[in-house]
């Protein structure tokens, strides 16, 4: 079946100490990859995406996630957080050659930023 | 508009009642998405519509629920008979193609007392 997994429910960093948020997906072909991020009452945000080529993705808010076919891996990477990162992330699939925008979402991990 | 709009924020309703819902896209986005997030099931997909082609309806959780968009631009998700497991944050994306990303708007938090 067809899976989307973030190992991490809550993650706690100090402000100013790097990040990394697991993501494995489970499908038969590579498929679209997302990494969203929601702060309380708000909708999703597009961090970044991977579609194809250099597996090393930059977004914004200085974040970037690395893809790895192996591993059947996408995880978030921030060098330094900051205090006003802290929100829920969750990353997202979309199988190539389904439906447009039919996404399929991991639980998501929330993550707390001491100062 | 700058972003996807939706209506209203939040909404209190008494079991087996309608509601409706509204979505405003970006505009000149042709694909609009609703998805529906709760505590037990997380983010799930509930319908799309593409331009003038059919909506793909396969996520909707029941034929309590229905959506239309007029003119290419605004929806409605209608829930019937709202029942408690109704409760949750529906949510409306809009979209100009994969490339570009989808857009999320606010949500629209539904409690079913």
Do not use: M
Request: aromatic share 12%; glycine share 10%.
């Amino acid at each position: 079946a067809q899976s989307v997994t973030q190992p991490d429910i809550h993650i706690t960093v100090s402000e100013g100490a790097s990040l990394e948020l697991r993501c494995n997906y489970s499908y038969g072909a590579t498929p679209y990859l997302f990494w969203y991020v929601q702060s309380p009452g708000q909708g999703l945000q597009l961090l970044l995406k991977y579609f194809s080529g250099d597996t090393l993705v930059q977004g914004i808010k200085g974040f970037e996630a690395e893809f790895k076919r192996s591993q059947s891996s996408f995880n978030l990477r921030k060098p330094s957080v900051h205090w006003s990162d802290a929100a829920e992330y969750f990353c997202a699939v979309e199988a190539r050659g389904s439906t447009l925008g039919r996404l399929y979402f991991g639980r998501g991990t929330q993550l707390t930023v001491w100062p | 508009g700058a972003g996807v709009s939706q209506s209203p924020s939040n909404k209190v309703t008494e079991k087996g009642k309608d509601v409706e819902l509204r979505c405003d896209p970006i505009s000149g986005h042709t694909a609009l998405y609703w998805y529906r997030q709760s505590l037990g099931q997380g983010l799930e997909f509930l319908i799309y519509f593409q331009g003038n082609s059919a909506p793909d309806k396969s996520g909707l959780p029941s034929d309590r629920f229905s959506a239309e968009r007029t003119g290419g631009s605004v929806s409605t998700l209608t829930i019937q008979r709202t029942q408690q497991e109704d409760s949750a944050v529906y949510l409306c994306a809009s979209s100009r193609g994969r490339v570009e990303g989808y857009t999320f708007g606010s949500g629209t938090r539904l409690t079913v007392v």
